[in-house]
Nanobody, 129 residues
Framework: QVQLQESGPGLVKPSQTLSLTCTVSGGSITTHYYTWNWIRQPPGKGREWMGVIAYDGTTYYNPSLKSRTSISRDILDNQIFLQLTSVTPEDTAVYYC?????????????????????WGQGTQVTVSS
């Protein structure tokens, strides 16, 4: 059973960088052909795909967030990282990591809303001074 657990600070000040970690257990982040996604859901709004890192380390980002987003990984610790720079209160959201098969990446890049097979429980991040 694959499990994902997000962690990071719950409160970030405007203009700072938001950094989150997704720790994966029960499966390797390098297993073919899975992708590891960051998704967020602001209060009262729908979920927004932020970006992905695939089993081979390839990354893609939502064009609307690309200039501020970076996703990386630590293979030894089986962790996925998210960095979002220059945050504003509009970045307040519950942030999730989720695993999906390779085809979810193409769906996201087309602007679709694919189904993922495993999700973390999510972590609330509030941007406020």
């Amino acid at each position: 059973q694959v499990q994902l657990q997000e962690s990071g600070p719950g409160l970030v000040k405007p203009s700072q960088t938001l950094s989150l970690t997704c720790t994966v257990s029960g499966g390797s982040i390098t297993t073919h052909y899975y992708t590891w996604n960051w998704i967020r859901q602001p209060p009262g709004k729908g979920r927004e795909w932020m970006g992905v890192i695939a089993y081979d380390g390839t990354t893609y980002y939502n064009p609307s967030l690309k200039s501020r987003t970076s996703i990386s990984r630590d293979i030894l610790d089986n962790q996925i990282f998210l960095q979002l720079t220059s945050v504003t209160p509009e970045d307040t959201a519950v942030y999730y990591c989720a695993r999906g098969p390779l085809e979810t990446m193409a769906t996201n890049l087309r602007g679709g809303d694919p189904e993922y097979d495993y999700w973390g429980q999510g972590t609330q991040v509030t941007v406020s001074s």
